[in-house]
C-alpha cells in the first residue's frame, strides 16, 4: 500500500469510527494556519569558516485536526500537518526556491480517563507534551522532533497518569522517537537532500527511547515540588556510539502575591557503550513579578541558567549536560542553531543541543493595550568549559559566549487571529574566533484558527 493510500485509509477509518455510531459521539474539529518571515544574519556558523548563506524564507504551516469522543472516558484525537517552505534569499534547498515539506501525522492518539475507580488516565499515541499536557518549563521534556523546527513536538508515547489524592500525582511515560518517522505514514514530494534520509524528515539526531517518572504534588496554595527520573538511551546515525544514561531533577515553584520563583535542578549519570562516562549537571533559577492593577501591567522575569560542559582535561569522561527531550528555543533562538557546530559530535547536526552554558537572562512585558502586549529581553551567555580551537571558537579559554538584546511585540486582532514579531541580535564574545560576526534573527507571524 502507497504511503497516501496508508494515509487515506487512517483518514477513513477515522471518520468511519466516529459516523458509525454518530447518536453516542461528540465530535470537534478545526484547523490552524501560520504565516512566517524568518530572516537570518550570520546564525549558525556567526559569518566564519564555511559560511552558511544567510537566509530570507516564508514558512506556511497548516494544520487540520478533529477530535471524536465516544463517552466522558474514551476519545480519539487526529491532527495533520504540513509545513511548506519559499526562500527567497541565495539559501535553496535541491536548487529549488519551494519546499512543499511533507504532510505528517502530528498527532493520533487514545485517550482513557478515570480508570480504575477514576484513579488512573491513560494516553497511548502520537502526542504532544505542551500547555497542560507540559511539565513545568519543559527543561527536560518538550519537543520529541527538534529536527523539524516548530512544524511538530510531537512523542510517539503511552503516559499513564495515577492520581494517588487530589494534590499528589505520578505520570509514567515511555517514549520511541526514532531519527525518522517509521510509525506513521506521509506524504512527500521525493526531496532526498540535506535534512532528508529516505525521503523523510530527520526528526532527531538518534533513534531516542525513554522512560520517564514524573510526580507532582501540591504542597500549598503556593508551593509546588515535582521530583523525576529520566532513563533515556540515544542511538546515534553513523559512527557514534550508544548513550544510556539515567537523569534525576526536582522542580520547585513558589507563587504568592504576585510574585513567583521557579527552579530546577537535575543530576545526570550513565555509560556509552564504548565503555566512557558521561555525567552532567543543569538546572535554573528565575523570580519575578506581574503588577496586574498597575498601569501598563508590568511584569518582569530575572533569571540564572546552568548547563554543565565537558571538561577537555578528562579523557574517558564527558562532563556535557545532555537536554533530554528539551531541544528547543527554550532561553532564546538564534544560539539554538550556533550549538549546531559546537556539538555535533554528542547529538548530530539538529538545532537546540543546549549544553556548556551559563545564562544571566532578564525580560519585562509591558500591556499597551487589552490586544498589544511588548516584551523586551536580555541574555548575557558564558560557557562553563572552553572548545576546542576551530574557524568559530578561539580554544583560548575565554567563555564570554557574548550578548543578546531581544524585543517582542504581540497583538491580539480577535479570538481567531493573532501576530508576533520578534527581533535577536548577538554580539559574539571572545569564547569566538576573532572572525565571529554579529548575528541577527528576525521573525514575523500570522496565525489564524478555525
Request: proline share 4%; aromatic share 14%.
Amino acid at each position: 500500500m502507497t504511503r497516501v493510500a496508508r494515509l487515506l485509509f487512517l483518514l477513513l477509518v477515522f471518520c468511519g469510527i466516529s459516523a458509525s455510531v454518530y447518536a453516542e459521539v461528540k465530535f470537534d474539529a478545526g484547523a490552524t494556519l501560520r504565516l512566517r518571515q524568518e530572516i537570518w544574519d550570520n546564525v549558525v556558523t556567526l559569518g566564519t569558516g564555511t559560511t552558511q548563506p544567510d537566509r530570507n524564507f516564508f514558512r506556511f504551516r497548516t494544520s487540520v485536526w478533529g477530535n471524536a469522543s465516544f463517552s466522558e472516558q474514551a476519545a480519539i484525537y487526529l491532527r495533520l500537518t504540513n509545513e511548506a517552505k519559499y526562500y527567497t534569499g541565495p539559501y535553496k534547498l535541491a536548487g529549488e526556491r519551494f519546499d512543499e515539506d511533507e504532510v505528517i501525522v502530528d498527532n493520533l492518539y487514545l485517550d482513557f480517563k478515570k480508570l480504575l475507580g477514576g484513579a488512573v488516565d491513560f494516553r497511548i499515541g502520537r502526542q504532544d507534551f505542551l500547555g497542560p499536557n507540559g511539565y513545568g518549563e519543559g527543561f527536560i521534556l518538550l519537543d520529541g522532533t527538534p529536527g523539524d523546527g516548530s512544524r511538530s513536538f510531537y512523542f510517539n508515547a503511552a503516559k499513564a497518569t495515577v492520581r494517588l489524592h487530589k494534590d499528589h500525582s505520578v505520570d509514567l511515560i515511555y517514549i520511541s522517537d526514532p531519527a525518522t518517522d517509521i510509525y506513521m505514514p506521509s506524504i512527500h514530494p521525493g526531496i532526498t537532500t540535506s535534512g532528508y534520509i529516505d525521503n523523510k524528515k530527520q526528526l532527531t539526531g538518534s533513534h531516542e527511547t525513554g522512560f520517564v517518572l514524573y510526580g507532582k504534588s501540591k504542597l500549598s496554595d503556593s508551593v509546588s515540588l515535582e521530583p523525576y527520573y529520566v532513563y533515556k538511551t540515544e542511538d546515534p546515525l553513523g559512527s557514534y556510539t550508544k548513550l544510556k544514561l539515567n537523569t534525576l531533577g526536582l522542580r520547585a515553584a513558589y507563587k504568592n502575591n504576585g510574585w513567583h520563583i521557579r527552579g530546577e535542578f537535575a543530576h545526570q549519570f550513565g555509560e556509552y557503550s564504548n565503555g566512557m562516562d558521561r555525567q552532567g549537571n543543569g538546572g535554573y533559577i528565575t523570580i519575578g513579578r506581574k503588577y496586574d492593577k498597575a498601569s501598563l501591567k508590568p511584569e518582569f522575569n530575572i533569571g540564572y541558567t546552568y548547563l554543565s560542559g565537558d571538561d577537555p582535561s578528562t579523557a574517558n569522561k564527558n562532563e556535557a549536560w545532555d537536554p533530554l527531550f528539551s531541544r528547543a528555543p527554550m532561553w532564546n533562538e538564534l544560539i539554538i542553531y550556533t550549538l549546531i557546530p559546537e556539538t555535533s559530535g554528542m547529538g548530530g547536526a539538529i538545532p537546540g543541543y543546549w549544553t556548556n552554558m551559563h545564562i544571566l537572562s532578564a525580560d519585562i512585558k509591558l500591556a499597551l493595550s487589552n490586544a498589544t502586549s511588548i516584551k523586551l529581553g536580555y541574555n548575557y551567555l558564558l560557557a562553563d568549559e572552553k572548545v576546542a580551537a576551530s574557524s568559530m571558537f578561539s580554544g583560548s579559554g575565554n567563555k564570554e559566549r557574548g550578548h543578546m538584546p531581544m524585543a517582542f511585540v504581540f497583538h491580539k486582532f480577535s479570538n481567531k487571529l493573532d501576530a508576533m514579531v520578534q527581533a535577536e541580535y548577538f554580539i559574539p564574545g571572545n569564547f569566538y574566533s576573532s572572525d565571529a560576526r554579529k548575528a541577527l534573527f528576525f521573525r514575523w507571524q500570522l496565525q489564524y484558527k478555525i
